[in-house]
T-cell receptor, first 113, second 109 residues
């Protein structure tokens, strides 16, 4: 079946703009994760959903970052008033449960000018 | 902060040779996972090894786990040009994955 998809694949924003990144997980996957990957680094955990409940948002860098998954499937990561340091690849992953392997989407590369 | 640390940072080998990379971590884990990332692409899951397992195989991949030393290794046998990628270990304690900075592997034809 289809894997995890993310849109847009690339986003260029001017500093101060708001952006919204979308993730479509694998159908039926209960767990959904967002990660941020800086150039040359491994992904860093941002937030975790189990169905529609956001159980962990400890990795969100600031209160400008907000994530939601209102119906327990599609998720949106929103970044308000973007800053240059927000430039990174944002990866979404889903899994059948919390301790299973995670399946990653292709990521959204965000560039803030 | 990243818990896992891969070694070496970069590795260049001839096609057909074996590639070995290591991962060390600091805290207790439920499982450890290895992922591959081709340039500009998402991560592909390779192997998951649980904390009560010592070795696991998948095709040309062999992963070992030594919880007493808090370390893991990934061996790729008979490497191919298509194995050129970055390889990441990720430790899992409950649901959260903590990734290292990765090992960049280049396989020369």
């Amino acid at each position: 079946g289809a894997g995890v998809s993310q849109s847009p694949r690339y986003k260029v924003a001017k500093r101060g703009q708001d952006v919204a990144l979308r993730c479509d997980p694998i159908s039926g996957h209960v767990s959904l994760f967002w990660y941020q990957q800086a150039l040359g680094q491994g992904p860093e955990f941002l937030t975790y959903f189990q169905n529609e409940a956001q159980l962990d948002k400890s990795g969100l860098p600031s209160d400008r970052f907000f994530a939601e998954r209102p119906e327990g499937s599609v998720s949106t990561l929103k970044i308000q008033r973007t800053q240059q340091e927000d430039s990174a690849v944002y990866l979404c992953a889903s899994s059948p449960g919390p301790n299973n392997e995670q399946f990653f989407g292709p990521g959204t590369r965000l560039t803030v000018l | 902060s990243q818990q896992g640390e891969e070694d070496p940072q970069a590795l260049s080998i001839q096609e057909g040779e074996n590639a070995t990379m290591n991962c060390s971590y600091k805290t207790s884990i439920n499982n450890l996972q290895w992922y591959r990332q081709n340039s500009g692409r998402g991560l592909v899951h390779l192997i998951l090894i649980r904390s009560n397992e010592r070795e696991k195989h998948s095709g040309r991949l062999r992963v070992t786990l030594d919880t007493s030393k808090k370390s893991s290794s990934l061996l790729i046998t008979a490497s191919r040009a298509a194995d050129t990628a970055s390889y990441f270990c990720a430790t899992a304690n409950d649901y959260k994955l903590s990734f290292g900075a990765g090992t960049t592997v280049t396989v020369r034809a």
